[in-house]
């Protein structure tokens, strides 16, 4: 608050040309109000007040509006929900009916009302005919004249809440197993629930304060349509005084529902200020979000955790098999472009078998031969492996690859921004049309039709998406009890989930009340508890600070030992990648680019993304006939082994403690046979005890990641700008096939 009431002052004074009218604008809406005051006949003011002819009007006016919020609910709410969130042809135009009461003359809307409902109207006679219901000049007509102007102003404040819930929240609980009407009553109404109480509030004013198209299509009827604005135009003729007053009560009631919203508009409102002061994050139609505060980001090292047995495959393009159930078919020749690993070895097209389905204890069928055919099945008919859930799926659109994958298996997704990870992750969810997932197994048969909230696939977002509104063991227990669990039992399983995870001390806590490292646990143990067959979590350290990522990457570690199924865990943190995953599936442009243990991508990385990822030189080439690598500037390298026979490109890939930086050129015969260039030094950083140093090659070479020991870069003393020599040894060398 202070902080804001500084920034304000600091702005300087406010000047003359806006201060002047600003003040003029709230003299004009005051002098009504003050005017009122002023001539309210303050001594017989509860007489009048209280006068049957007031009370009676008071009534009906209440009921009126009371309907009239009712059926602006009934049809107002679902109608906001439309607008907000499904596309549909005339979209604008429904928009612009829903808003035209707003603008319309009060009276305009009761004459169209009457065209519409009246007797003669286009509708009025099928009402009377049905239903026996004749609206104009009846209570049900007043309702409806209300609920006409009034709705548009519940439908457009759900709707803007509506539009701001982000779909994280919806689409994790929908993950969690709640069918689609359970979503809506335990996720979204309660999150949207400050922009439809505000709407209502204001409907429900409106409404009581009709009076043009009520007069006009219900009449003015003493006790069933004469409401208290119709009674205060009557009294201005005979009792200007009474008229007065009774506007008063009128004035009060609009008054108390501001009050009651200034927390939404007048920036009064205690409820959220606790959550402000923990920076939840814009969302719910000016409400904050909690947990979905920025954090920073950084790793730390961990060991590799390996939990699988056997191997797993993955591959871009190829359908190796189909679910269970399912006959295969031969494959068609354009979907065999895959890069399948096993080892380091890549296949390609018209490469072995186009499918190689390894799994725990089981080996390829030797039978299949090379060529399409059907791949042997290792479990057939069996339904579920005993031993936990494997994940076998061909997505294909946006995002290609067919995943197969053992039990238990952890695998990092990693890839530039915009290579289809998050794309992979929603394809298997069923939450995309951008791509698909068909067949997708995890042991039960092909769950490729099957509704996201039946797949049993649990979806940890970046920022937890944790439900606001409920405790962090209500939280946890939300899958359980989407999936029919009974409350107790869910808690209580809830509980252990917590315990597990080291945060049941905080089971009572709402998500704004937890820190990152804290939400985080929860939006572990919840998505554990759900009793997921596949697991994915997208960045779930990324907005981390240092010592929460590494507590929770200890707990995710020792959580995930225990999981049955397989966990697809989105990172763009290579030491996240390295000490969690069992295997890393490298995407690029929507396809696979290498699929491989930790180890075996750290010495062999076959992109040069994932080479800089890892902290490596990596120099895309074409092989010569000489066995070395010829890069696109011209530079040739050599490195401590030709490429594999056949290669015709290749990858370059040396350590930043590889390549020696100096200020002379090398002489020749050097360990660098020949790997030298002139470049110019553009970043310099410290790195642990050693100095990173980035040159750029420019015309003359590729750019490098060299690290200087300190005598060396004591020596050479680099400067950014500075011209110096590349040199890397041939023998740290590495020529990765691509
Ligand atoms: N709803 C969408 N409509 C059209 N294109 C989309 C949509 N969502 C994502 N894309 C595009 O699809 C590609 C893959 O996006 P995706 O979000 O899967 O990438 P990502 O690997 O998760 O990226 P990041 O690391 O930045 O999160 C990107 O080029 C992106 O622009």
Redesign the pocket.
């Known amino acids: 608050m202070r902080g804001s009431a500084a920034g304000l002052r600091g702005r300087g004074r406010t000047p003359l040309a806006l201060g002047v009218p600003a003040g003029l604008a709230v003299v004009f809406l005051l002098v009504p109000l003050a005017g009122v005051l002023a001539r309210t006949p303050w001594g017989s003011l509860p007489s009048r007040v209280g006068s049957h002819e007031v009370r009676q009007a008071l009534t009906l006016s209440l009921a009126v509006s009371g309907w009239a919020l009712l059926f602006s609910l009934v049809l107002g709410v679902p109608l906001a929900w439309l607008l907000a969130r499904v596309d549909f042809p005339g979209k604008a135009l429904v928009r612009c009916l829903v808003m035209l009461p707003m603008v319309l003359p009060p009276t305009v809307a009761g004459v169209a009302l009457l065209q519409g409902y009246g007797r003669r109207g286009v509708a009025g006679p099928w009402l009377e005919e049905w239903f026996g219901v004749t609206l104009p000049f009846s209570t049900a007509g007043a309702v409806v004249a209300s609920a006409f102007v009034a709705m548009p102003f519940l439908v457009i404040s759900l709707e803007g809440a509506l539009a701001g819930l982000h779909p994280r929240y919806e689409e994790t609980a929908v993950s969690l197993g709640a069918a689609p009407l359970r979503v809506f009553r335990t996720v979204t109404l309660p999150m949207v629930a400050p922009g439809l109480v505000a709407g209502a509030a204001l409907c429900w004013a409106r409404a009581l304060g009709e009076f043009g198209a009520t007069i006009t299509f219900a009449g003015n009827l003493p006790g069933e349509t004469q409401t208290l604005p119709l009674q205060v135009y009557l009294l201005l003729q005979d009792d200007p005084e009474g008229a007065t007053a009774v506007s008063l009560l009128l004035l009060a009631i609009a008054a108390a529902v501001l009050l009651a919203l200034r927390g939404r508009w007048l920036g009064g409102g205690g409820g959220t200020a606790a959550r402000r002061e923990r920076g939840g994050a814009a969302d719910v139609a000016g409400t904050t979000v909690p947990g979905a505060e920025a954090r920073t980001a950084a790793g730390s090292g961990a060991p590799v955790r390996s939990c699988a047995e056997g191997s797993s495959e993955v591959s871009s393009g190829t359908p190796p098999k189909e679910a269970k159930g399912v006959p295969r078919r031969p494959l068609p020749a354009d979907a065999r472009t895959d890069t399948r690993t096993e080892g380091a070895e890549t296949r390609t097209e018209g490469d072995a078998r186009p499918c190689a389905v390894t799994r725990p204890g089981v080996d390829p069928d030797p039978g299949t031969g090379p060529g399409p055919g059907p791949c042997t099945d290792p479990d057939p008919g069996t339904d579920a492996t005993p031993a936990g859930y494997p994940l076998y799926a061909h997505v294909t659109g946006?995002?290609r690859a067919v995943l197969d994958v053992p039990p238990g298996t952890t695998v990092a997704v990693v890839?530039?921004?915009?290579?289809?990870?998050?794309?992979?992750l929603?394809a298997l969810l069923g939450l995309?049309r951008?791509a698909a997932a068909r067949p997708l197994d995890l042991g039960g048969g092909d769950l490729s039709a099957a509704p996201a909230h039946r797949r049993r696939i649990a979806w940890v977002p970046q920022d937890g998406a944790l439900f606001p509104h409920l405790t962090a063991l209500a939280n946890t227990a939300y899958g359980l009890r989407a999936q029919g669990v009974p409350r107790a039992e869910a808690r209580r399983e809830a509980r252990a989930g917590l315990d597990e995870l080291g945060i049941g001390h905080l089971a009572h806590r709402r998500p704004h009340e937890l820190s990152g490292g804290q939400a985080q646990r929860v939006a572990l143990a919840r998505a554990l508890a759900a009793r997921p067959r596949l697991l994915l979590m997208?960045?779930p350290l990324a907005a981390l600070d240092q010592s929460a990522k590494a507590s929770v990457r200890q707990a995710l570690r020792r959580r995930l030992a225990g999981f049955g199924g397989v966990c697809l865990l989105?990172t763009?943190d290579p030491v996240e990648a390295v000490s969690l995953a069992d295997r890393v599936l490298v995407?690029e442009d929507?396809g696979v680019v290498q699929y491989a243990a930790p180890d075996e991508l750290a010495r062999l990385p076959r992109s040069p993304w994932v080479a800089r990822m890892l902290g490596h030189n990596a120099w895309p080439g074409k092989v010569t006939a000489e066995g070395t690598l010829r890069l696109d500037a011209g530079t040739e390298l050599t490195a401590a082994a030709p490429p594999p026979e056949g290669a015709t490109a290749a990858l370059a890939v040396a350590g930043p403690e590889a390549v020696a930086l100096s200020a002379s050129r090398p002489p020749e015969g050097g360990p660098e046979r020949g790997n030298v260039w002139p470049g110019t030094v553009r970043e310099v950083s410290a790195q642990g005890g050693r100095l990173r140093v980035l040159v750029g090659g420019g015309a003359d070479g590729p750019d490098a990641v060299a690290e200087l020991p300190p005598r060396a870069a004591a020596e050479l003393r680099p400067v950014e700008g500075a011209r110096v020599w590349v040199g890397v040894r041939a023998a740290a060398v590495t020529f990765v096939p691509l």
């Open positions: 946006a995002t890839g530039p921004n915009g290579a289809g990870k998050t794309t992979l929603r995309t951008r997208d960045e989105v763009h995407l929507g």
